[in-house]
Structure formats: C-alpha cells, structure tokens
C-alpha cells in the first residue's frame, strides 16, 4: 500500500481538504506536525512530531523512520513546510524540487535576486533592515514603491508608499510587526524590509502543477478589485481569465520563465502576476497550492479535488486529466470591514440565497479578535460561487457580501 505523510504546520487553513484528499485515495496515511499529538503515543507510526525549522534535522529522523517503513510521499500542505518537505523528499529519493530553490521562494528578497538573474521581468528592489534608517533610505528609492517584509505572506507587513513621509511610516509599521513575537520567532530574515517600485496593473493568479520541470496551468484567476494599496487585502478570485487570451499565454510562459529560473521542477506552484502594457510581471512565486480555502472553487477531470491531484502527482497515481471543470467559479476572501472582536454575522441565509453562492464559511469564531491589513494575518471567512459566467460569478460574490453583516465591537471597549 502508498504510504503518505503530510506535513502540517500548527497554522493553516489547508490541513481538513488534504485529510480528506487522502481518505479518497487508497494510502495509509502519516501526519507530521511541530507539537506532540496526544494521538502520537498511541499511533506512533503514523503521527510525527518535527521540528519544520531545522529541515537537515526532520529529514534524518523521517530517513530513518522510513527504512523500516518506507513512504511513497511527502506532501507539504502549506508555505510553512514547504522547504522541509522538499530536504525530506529528497533525503528519501522521492522527486522533489531542490530544497535550494524552495528556500529561494521564502524570502522575497532571494526570489527577486534570482529572478533579477535571469532577467525576468519584476520590480526594482532594494533591501533594508531594521537597522537603517527610514528616512535615509526613503530619499533613495523611486515612488510609488511597495515596502514589504521579506518572509511573511498573505499581504501581512506590505504598504505602499508615495512619499518620502508615507516611506518613513511604512517603515515604522512594518518594523512593529517584525517585532511580534511569532514573527521574531521565525528567525532568519525577521528583520529584513524589501523595498520595489510599484508595478500598475491587473493582478492576476496562476495556479499550477510542475510535472519533470514542465508547468501545467491548472488554473488563471482574475483578481477583479483593484489593489492599488496602501494595503493590499485579497477578495475574489475569479477563474476562468477573461484576460485575452494571448495575455494569458504570456502570462503562463513568464510563470514557467521564472520557476526555471528559480529552479522549481516538481508540484504545485502559485504565482502572482501584474499585467499591464508591458506584458506580464513578476509579483511572487510560491512552491505550494493557493491559500486559505480558495482551493475549494477548482475541480478537475471528473471532480478531482486540487489536493486530490496534488497527491495524486506526489504518489505517483494516473491523473486521467489536468483539465479544470468549465463551469466558472470564485471566492471571496471576505473583507475585514474593522478591527475588534467579531460578535455575530448576520445575513448569512439570505447571502447564501444570492443565485449562484455555494458555501459560506466564516473563519473566525464568534468572541475572536478581527485584525485588518496590513497587521492581521487570518481571514474572515470565505464566499464560493458558481455560474455561467465569470461577470456572474463576481456578481454573486458581491451580492453576497453585501448581504452580510459583520457585528464588531472595539477590542478594548
Ligand atoms: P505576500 O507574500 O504577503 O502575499 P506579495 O509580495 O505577494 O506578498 O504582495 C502582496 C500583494 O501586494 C500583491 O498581491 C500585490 O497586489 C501587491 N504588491 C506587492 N508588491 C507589489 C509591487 N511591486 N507592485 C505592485 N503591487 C505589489
Ligand atoms: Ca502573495
């Protein structure tokens, strides 16, 4: 029998839809995390406590769990374990992608440096650290510019500045996160600010599959509501592109461009791209799926889950098609309207009745704390729709926003 292990980091959206994924597949199914499991002592073959920050550390230990068991797969579930899971792969001989190249792709500043390389077209970019001073460095780089740390995600830390004033804010709020303790905690690149020029422009996001270093587009969202800043919250997602199509052709060769460049071969990849009249642009290439629940809008083949297919690839299994299902689809990630504590959500039946909207799922529980961008890091929730058209799809989704109403009361209040 296929032996699978997953790694999940203690924060993710993505564990349920993997678990899942597996149970449809025929595999004895392995989960790693970072803190011990209560069901460890009990099932320990197939629940592993690593250390995800010391990769050399978590493959040895899989190694040698692997020689009197050995397993088919390793499946990072989410950017956090990502590089682990690629010097587990390859301490295993599994296919994998260079755990060189994936480190590459947690940290923005080593990303533009090999794409820069390459000469794939990205923004100009210039790299601080807590120790510069802000309004030094904000009379040296070019306006409209994007400051943004170097090793956080989900647009956390990232604020566009048009001034010299509006730089030497950025900085200083940026630097406030730098210095939480969960983003101290992280280490290595914690005190980094990258600095690029601003790229105008639509924002689009590819979703693909890597197969021996060939990039399969599984699919290319639309990103319908303009992020021109100064913070930079997502909201739909919208697939099919209505780009045309010979702007979605380009945009998939710069995306295949830039993953040779950074030395990406095998799994999935998520890419942010700027398309505006000089062609695409580089935002971000990821060696992982799309984030929080967006997944949920794709299905493949004959309903393939795109966790499905991820560890189809992973397990060597026959994937019958790489074709996402016509019908177009979306998500919002839902717009955190202010900060506070969530108290209730109203509205959800009636957004639920807006034609077209499939599941509404709100992320935060009741009495939680609601943080916007560019300090929070958790989303609201997310609305999936499916339509006829893209247009319809994003109308839906709006309707249904529209239709709920989000009770927070001010923290200290
Ligand atoms: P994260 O990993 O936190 O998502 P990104 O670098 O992808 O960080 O930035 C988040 C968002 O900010 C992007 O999706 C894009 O909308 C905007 N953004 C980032 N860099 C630039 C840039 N150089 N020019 C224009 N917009 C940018
Ligand atoms: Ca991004």
């Excluded at 994924?21 to 011990?36: G, K, M, T």
């Amino acid at each position: 029998m296929l032996r699978l292990l997953l790694l999940v980091p203690t924060t993710t959206y993505r564990t349920e839809d993997f678990v899942q994924a597996a149970a449809r597949l025929d595999v004895d199914l392995a989960v790693a995390s970072e803190r011990p499991n209560v069901f460890g002592e009990r099932l320990p073959d197939n629940l592993l406590t690593l250390d995800f920050n010391d990769p050399e550390k978590a493959a040895c230990e899989v190694a040698a769990l692997a020689r009197l068991n050995p397993f088919s797969a390793v499946v990072p579930v989410d950017d956090r374990t990502t590089v682990v899971g690629a010097a587990i792969a390859n301490a295993l001989g599994l296919p994998s992608n260079p755990v060189a190249a994936v480190s590459t792709t947690r940290n923005k500043h080593q990303m533009r440096l090999a794409l820069g390389k390459a000469g794939v077209p990205s923004p100009p970019y210039f790299l601080f650290t807590l120790a510069d001073d802000p309004a030094r460095a904000a009379r040296t780089v070019p306006y409209p510019c994007v400051l943004k740390p170097t090793i956080l995600a989900a647009s956390r830390g990232v604020i566009r500045a048009d001034s010299e004033g509006e730089f030497v804010a950025a900085f200083r709020r940026i630097e406030a996160i730098l210095k939480t303790a969960d983003v101290v905690a992280l280490g290595s690149g914690s005190d980094e600010i990258l600095v690029e020029g601003f790229i105008p422009g639509n924002e689009v996001a590819l979703e693909g599959l890597l197969v021996k270093g060939a990039l399969r587009v599984l699919a290319l969202f639309d990103k319908p509501d303009p992020l021109d800043g100064p913070f930079f919250e997502e909201t739909i997602y919208v697939t099919p592109s209505r780009l045309p199509g010979e702007t979605q052709t380009a945009v998939a060769d710069l995306t295949a461009w830039a993953a040779r460049a950074l030395g990406l071969r095998e799994g999935p990849l998520h890419a942010e791209l700027r398309v505006n009249e000089a062609g695409p642009w580089v935002i971000e290439i990821a060696a992982r799926s799309i984030g929080g629940l967006c997944s949920r809008t794709l299905r493949f083949g004959t309903g393939l889950t795109l966790e499905e297919l991820i560890l189809r690839h992973a397990l060597g299994i026959e994937i019958e098609s790489l074709e996402r299902e016509r019908r177009p689809a979306g998500v919002m990630m839902i717009p955190i309207p202010r900060g506070g504590i969530l108290e209730e959500v109203r509205g959800q039946e009636a957004a639920k009745a807006v034609p077209g909207i499939e599941e509404i799922t709100i992320t935060i529980h009741q009495g939680q704390e609601v943080v916007p961008l560019p300090e929070g890091s958790r989303y609201l929730g997310f609305i999936f729709a499916r339509r006829e058209t893209p247009e319809e799809v994003e109308a839906a989704l709006r309707e249904a926003n529209g239709r709920l109403e989000f009770v927070i009361t001010p923290k200290s209040g």
